[in-house]
């Protein structure tokens, strides 16, 4: 049987999360160039390149498979410390997760569950919900939460509820430009370059191209809302983040008939580590809480 590098794949794993061969040798308390030894003696091993060295750096498909095997050793060495209470440090969760997710009910769990948190380190990444699933896949984090509903190999996923987007904006807003159905005038509001949700939802519902429409970028949640409620502009945003703002009026959701809802699957690895399966069953059971309102 052929013995397993885990210092190399420490190392390709390092140089990938930092992207960096000088501050992964930092944190590993090894020269530079022995970062690179190890990657490619690893490399050498299995007679194929497992970094692809351009920036950003990237591992190839089977040093994407060697990572993700890496991080699930190390979650079982964390379980078999935390039995015998040898413990040095917090064990650590790392998760990838919806903006909007968590700047709403994420936060408000986190807040509320101190019991869970508390004896942890969370390391979380924050993008697209339908780019979290690649983070699980490369092995950068043990969790996610995606609109991918199929299990990764080696992983399970769990439904845990639909994130409900209405179209809204301020009364002021609504009465200027939505006397009818005219997208042409108003200006919306998107996330980034890269959200193209408002335009779905304009194609689905009323069968237009919104791509020539003027858009706000405002790459925050909260900016986000803050926009709409300034009468600024009107755009998708969680329901559940803005429940307050339109029972009191200051939002209107200009379609009551037309919710835009996004499934969400809290992904994790099939490791046979109680602590591990623990957490992210108690993941699975609040969060479905939180989106069931």
Not at 62 to 81: M, N, P, R, S
Not at 167 to 178: D, Q, R
């Amino acid at each position: 049987m052929l013995m397993i590098d885990y210092r190399g794949i420490e190392a390709l794993q390092m140089v990938q999360e930092l992207q960096n061969f000088e501050l992964a040798a930092k944190k590993l308390f090894i020269s530079q160039s022995a970062v690179s030894q190890r990657i490619k003696a690893l490399e050498d091993h299995y007679g194929e390149p497992l970094l692809i060295r351009t920036l950003p750096y990237r591992p190839t498909k089977l040093g994407i498979q060697l990572i993700a095997h890496y991080k699930k050793v190390c979650l079982l060495e964390e379980e078999f410390d935390l039995e015998r209470g040898e413990v040095s440090q917090k064990p650590s969760i790392s998760i990838a997760i919806n903006r909007d997710s968590l700047e709403t009910w994420f936060l408000d769990l986190i807040a509320e569950q101190k019991d869970i948190f508390q004896d942890i380190t969370l390391d979380i990444i924050a993008d697209d919900q339908e780019r979290t699933l690649t983070y699980l896949k490369n092995g950068t984090v043990s969790s996610c939460l995606s609109t991918q509903k199929k299990e990764i190999l080696g992983g399970k996923a769990a439904f845990v509820g639909n994130m409900h987007y209405v179209l809204a904006a301020s009364p002021v807003f609504v009465k200027k430009y939505f006397s009818s159905d005219d997208f042409q005038d108003a200006p919306a509001i998107k996330f980034d370059h890269n959200d193209n949700l408002h335009e779905r939802y304009l194609e689905k519902y009323f069968g237009m191209d919104g791509s020539s429409l003027k858009f706000h970028v405002v790459p925050s949640v909260r900016g986000f809302k803050q926009f709409a409620l300034l009468g600024y502009g009107y755009g998708l945003i969680p329901k559940l983040d803005i429940l307050e703002e339109l029972k009191t009026g200051q939002l209107i959701q200009i379609y009551s008939d037309k919710t835009w809802d996004i499934p969400l699957y809290w992904h994790t690895w099939s490791v046979q580590s109680p602590f591990y399966q623990n957490f992210h069953q108690d993941m699975v059971r609040l969060a479905r809480k939180k989106l069931s309102y």
